[in-house]
């Protein structure tokens, strides 16, 4: 047991601690960073992650939910951290970001396949950094020996033609909405989402006037509210939930993920947390899927080694 245990709440982070002898768990909710969705009380596996959705203040608009994290239950497993899309939780262990159940593979990490290349990237082009609706993405320019361009438009066109231009997306923060690959001109940005799944909307059933899900989401444009109804853009939504939790009428809005991209592993406590995360089906749908490939792979290396026998 720990020596010493510690909770923390303030307007900007929500801080958790365990202190042992030679050990000092940490972990801390970045409350400007964290959008109140779904994902880290669904995969938590001791429940210790509470989604509170706040009151609404008549003529305002709704406010995302807060989160919770009960120090009674919480074992600083991180668990939370893996999963947040916006990687608004980091758990560490005497300050470095050590988290035991990826080392043993008990648990796999979130992919975040991103690919940039600019190439092809106009000098001057910001319409990437417009795009990003979290502000997350940045760009920089430097000249052929390395040094770093202030005013672009201070450069002669010969040297403009030897700017190299870098796209700087931080992958712990990115949800993968592709927002900015599909406003690149250029194609630089090739994105596949962390998140697949399906978003509705019953518009027999929301109330009339309400935009709640529309003011919490935080990705621009997904959710909008035009002629008195709520429409959805599915190519950048990231299925996280935060829509959902502020919904006041549970059956007008469902949000149902059905693949997590992932590193690769296989353990009871990951099925468990993709069932929650999913639905039992697709959890079963990855393991056959799983189990197809080694089926496969075996058959490959037994074809091979009977091959080099012969």
């Known amino acids: 047991m720990p020596f010493k245990t510690q909770k923390l709440d303030t307007a900007e982070a929500l801080t958790l601690e365990w202190i042992l002898q030679n050990k000092h768990y ?13 994902i880290c009380s669904l995969a938590c596996p001791k429940e210790a992650i509470k989604i509170q959705k706040q009151p609404k203040v008549q003529g305002e608009k709704v406010k995302k939910a807060t989160v919770d994290v009960d120090l009674a239950k919480c074992i600083f497993c991180g668990i939370c951290d893996i999963t947040c899309p916006y990687g608004a939780v980091k758990v560490t262990l005497n300050d470095s970001r050590n988290i035991n159940i990826v080392e043993k593979e008990s648990f796999p990490e979130l992919v975040r396949n991103i690919k940039i290349d600019t190439r092809n990237c106009p000098k001057d082009c910001e319409v990437c950094v417009e795009a990003c609706p979290l502000d997350q993405l940045t760009i ?3 000249t052929f020996d390395g040094k770093p361009v202030e005013n672009l438009a201070a450069l002669s066109p010969s040297q403009r033609r030897h700017v190299v231009v870098s796209v700087n997306i931080p992958k712990e923060k990115c949800p993968t909405c592709k927002a900015c690959e599909y406003k690149c001109p250029a194609g630089v940005i090739k ?3 962390i998140f697949e799944g399906k978003i509705a909307i019953d518009q027999s059933k929301c109330p009339a006037g309400c935009h709640d899900c529309v003011d919490v989401c935080p990705i621009t444009d997904t959710l909008t509210f035009v002629d008195g109804k709520v429409q959805v853009n599915e190519a950048t ?8 939790v502020v919904c006041p009428i549970d059956e007008a809005l469902t949000v149902k993920r059905t693949r997590v991209l992932h590193t690769p592993v296989h353990s009871g406590t990951w099925n468990k947390a993709l069932e929650r995360l999913t639905s039992p089906m697709d959890a079963v749908k990855e ?5 197809n490939k080694k089926a496969q792979e075996m058959v490959k290396k037994r074809a091979v080694t009977e091959e080099v026998i012969r």
Do not use: F, P
């Open 191 to 193: 994105m596949g989402k």
């Open 237 to 244: 939504c990231v299925y996280c939930g935060a829509c959902k």
């Open 26 to 38: 940490k972990l801390t909710l970045d409350k400007k960073q964290c959008v109140g969705c779904q």
């Open 140 to 142: 920089s320019r430097v």
């Open 287 to 291: 393991l056959k899927s799983i189990g």
